[in-house]
T-cell receptor, first 113, second 115 residues
Framework: GESVGLHLPTLSVQEGDNSIINCAYS??????FIWYKQESGKGPQFIID?????DKRQGQRVTVLLNKTVKHLSLQIAATQPGDSAVYFC????????????FGTGTRLTIIP | EAGVTQFPSHSVIEKGQTVTLRCDPI?????LYWYRRVMGKEIKFLLH????????ESGMPNNRFLAERTGGTYSTLKVQPAELEDSGVYFC?????????????FGSGTRLTVV
């Protein structure tokens, strides 16, 4: 069935370093992907999205890369800060009329001071 | 602008009891979604309202779960009777633009523990 999964459940990064969180998806028809950040006691918070007609999209300190050939998605966070510590989820969103988000299991990112 | 509000934030109930979760979406958001995360697994879709109508309820696990959105404003999710496997965090989200996830706003969730 369709699934969106993550390669690593935990990741620890030294403050100031860059981090990369990876995600694999199985539905080759997927055309819209999103990264969410979830801090303790809060709901998922939108970080950045990308559509399948793009390979890369940049935000503030974050970059999402999409490789449709191998169905792989990654989130790069530059110059990590303590506030980046959270669980990160990739998700796929369906088309109009089938708009549910399909989430991966999440990666816990810990920034080491 | 107030965000998506969920109540209660935590609930502990005994197996067989009934629990009702409430979600107040952002004012003016026609779309309201329920999701849940069980036992640290992935967050899974439950259902989607457009105003007061159920657009997609394919994720509802069984008939012990009943969601309503009378008047197209707040929504309730009732679990009756609750089972142990219903424990988890229940999230509500709302949006106005169905095409973009950027406008999706999640609430902080209700942590449900069934003992």
């Amino acid at each position: 069935g369709e699934s969106v999964g993550l390669h690593l459940p935990t990741l620890s990064v030294q403050e100031g370093d860059n981090s990369i969180i990876n995600c694999a998806y199985s539905n080759s028809a997927s055309d819209y992907f999103i990264w969410y950040k979830q801090e303790s006691g809060k709901g998922p918070q939108f970080i950045i999205d990308i559509r399948s007609n793009m390979d890369k999209r940049q935000g503030q300190r974050v970059t999402v890369l999409l490789n449709k050939t191998v169905k792989h998605l990654s989130l790069q966070i530059a110059a990590t800060q303590p506030g980046d510590s959270a669980v990160y989820f990739c998700a796929e969103k369906g088309d109009f009329g089938n708009e549910k988000l399909t989430f991966g299991t999440g990666t816990r990112l810990t920034i080491i001071p | 602008e107030a965000g998506v509000t969920q109540f209660p934030s935590h609930s502990v109930i005994e197996k067989g009891q009934t629990v009702t979760l409430r979600c107040d979406p952002i004012s003016g958001h026609d779309n309201l979604y329920w999701y849940r995360r069980v036992m640290g697994k992935e967050i899974k879709f439950l259902l989607h309202f457009v105003k007061e109508s159920k657009q997609d309820e394919s994720g509802m696990p069984n008939n012990r779960f009943l969601a309503e959105r009378t008047g197209g404003t707040y929504s309730t999710l009732k679990v009756q009777p609750a089972e142990l496997e219903d424990s988890g965090v229940y999230f509500c989200a709302s949006s106005q633009d169905r095409r973009s996830a950027a406008g999706y706003t999640f609430g902080s969730g209700t942590r449900l523990t069934v003992v």
